[in-house]
T-cell receptor, first 109, second 120 residues
Framework: RKEVEQDPGPFNVPEGATVAFNCTYS??????FFWYRQDCRKEPKLLMS???SGNEDGRFTAQLNRASQYISLLIRDSKLSDSATYLC??????????FGAGTTVTVRA | GAVVSQHPSWVICKSGTSVKIECRSL??????MFWYRQFPKQSLMLMAT?????????EQGVEKDKFLINHASLTLSTLTVTSAHPEDSSFYIC????????????????FGPGTRLTVL
């Protein structure tokens, strides 16, 4: 079983729509959680950390459910520039990051 | 701040040659650097972790004699793909974490822009 699993999508949504997706992780001892964004042929860039209480950063909301071992990302009022692959990333406590394969989001005009 | 650079950004080489990729932290001291490989439509896979001045720790299945890692200073790590073959063609990305004051946490990895290797 992969350590981090994501729905690959793609999620095709119109501008202004809300899109949400999850990822699951297998290591219950995981301590830190992140969402990264990766554009085609580019390096991943940190979008936001995910905290136990849930957190927002502008139009982005992240939630963590430790009991069910999943993390979610919700994007409100989608922009064309939100089109990217979103990587779910988990740190299991030894500074090593485990990456999901990514969820592709395409926002259309 | 917290910028990581990689050089070269892309390289094409013949089968059997060796390729060296540099990873530099430009404005902070990188106590740990990580090397990843990403094949198309797949996740980043950690190859090895290197700490300055010590030998790299390789992940299971990664040949240390084929992927030579040197982390000689707190700002530079190199990955050398020896005797590259077409199956080594991939996107190689480094990342680094460390401390500069309190705003760069050890939990956050900052990624270089990646090196796209094509072996003919």
């Amino acid at each position: 079983r992969k350590e981090v699993e994501q729905d690959p999508g793609p999620f095709n949504v119109p501008e202004g729509a809300t899109v949400a997706f999850n990822c699951t992780y297998s290591n219950s001892a995981s301590q830190s959680f992140f969402w990264y964004r990766q554009d085609c042929r580019k390096e991943p860039k940190l979008l936001m950390s995910v905290y136990s209480s849930g957190n927002e950063d502008g139009r982005f909301t992240a939630q963590l459910n430790r009991a069910s071992q999943y993390i979610s990302l919700l994007i409100r009022d989608s922009k064309l520039s939100d089109s990217a692959t979103y990587l779910c990333v988990v740190n299991s406590g030894d500074y090593k990051l485990s990456f999901g394969a990514g969820t592709t989001v395409t926002v259309r005009a | 701040g917290a910028v990581v650079s990689q050089h070269p950004s892309w390289v094409i080489c013949k089968s059997g040659t060796s390729v060296k990729i540099e990873c530099r932290s430009l404005d902070f001291q990188a106590t740990t650097m990580f090397w990843y490989r990403q094949f198309p439509k797949q996740s980043l896979m950690l190859m090895a972790t290197s700490n300055e001045g010590s030998k790299a720790t390789y992940e299971q299945g990664v040949e240390k004699d084929k992927f030579l890692i040197n982390h000689a200073s707190l700002t530079l790590s190199t990955l050398t793909v020896t005797s590259a073959h077409p199956e080594d063609s991939s996107f190689y990305i480094c990342s680094a974490n460390g401390r500069l004051g309190v705003w760069v946490s050890t939990d956050t990895q900052y990624f270089g822009p990646g090196t796209r290797l094509t072996v003919l």
